[in-house]
């Protein structure tokens, strides 16, 4: 199946990188974590939560939140494998070696960026599968099963292959693991929201808008926090998103093209 969808010439490339992904057992186990995230926190929001309240935050009940939970973590977990895609190369002195026996680097660089976004697709997948089977066991007339979350669940994937592409750009540009971890989630989780706390107080929220970590909220939020400044509306939030992710993925292909190993 797979020879059918990819050209010959970049099948060898994908294969490769795939099986680098899944021959470290650090890695199988990361993939895992948005899984059991996704179904313990689902579990729990989902017996906890009372009925859907279409005023509510989220839109989609509160019983998801939990799906939204794994979502997170999903995308964090995209992030590290994308660096550790790339950044790991230098870490362990192989990237010279890599480009030895694939000379190609824009199929190099295809065959990081591809491999990464399909194994967060795939996690991702399997998260809101498993997030979804949890809230029609457990939270039946809990939750808004229509438009929006259908919206979320598509969006979750987006963003999700996004921050894996993010992730690997990163790990090219920074060429290590550490500095380029820290650098994503101290953005993430520190950096950006105090910038959004500083553009609210001062009136500026559209400043915070374009940012990556306020694109992907709005983006998976369905319409959620619509009163809050600092998102944009979910169909330009995940086009400023996109946007992040060609500037900074071309941003790595251009250092790995342009600069010595």
Not at 184 to 197: M, Y
Request: proline residues 5%; aromatic residues 8%.
């Amino acid at each position: 199946m797979t020879s059918s969808v990819l050209p010959a010439d970049l099948l060898p490339g994908f294969e490769s990188e795939a099986r680098k992904i899944v021959a470290v057992r650090p890695v199988r186990l990361l993939l895992g974590v948005p899984v059991v995230l996704a179904l313990v926190a689902t579990l729990i929001t989902g017996l906890m939560a009372g009925p859907a309240d279409p005023l509510g935050q989220p839109v989609t009940g509160a019983a998801t939140i939990g799906l939204y939970l794994g979502l997170i973590a999903a995308c964090v977990v995209a992030a590290l494998l994308g660096i550790a895609a790339t950044g790991g190369e230098y870490r362990r002195k192989t990237m010279a070696l890599t480009v030895l026996f694939a000379p190609d680097r824009d199929r190099l660089v295809t065959a990081k960026y591809g491999t990464t976004a399909a194994f967060a697709l795939a996690i991702t997948l399997v998260a809101e599968v498993v997030s979804l089977l949890v809230l029609f066991a457990a939270a039946r007339g809990k939750f808004d099963l229509g438009w929006r979350l259908l919206e979320v669940l598509g969006a979750g994937l987006l963003v999700a292959m996004c921050w894996a592409v993010l992730g690997a750009g990163i790990g090219l540009l920074t060429r290590t693991v550490g500095s380029a971890a820290w650098l994503v989630l101290g953005w993430a989780f520190v950096l950006e929201p105090l910038i959004w706390l500083v553009a609210k107080g001062f009136g500026a929220g559209w400043v915070a808008a374009v940012l990556p970590i306020s694109a992907t909220v709005a983006g998976v939020s369905a319409g959620s926090f619509a009163e809050a400044a600092v998102f944009a509306p979910a169909p330009a939030a995940l086009v400023v998103l996109l946007l992040w992710t060609v500037a900074v993925g071309a941003a790595g292909w251009w250092d790995l093209r342009s600069r010595d190993l």
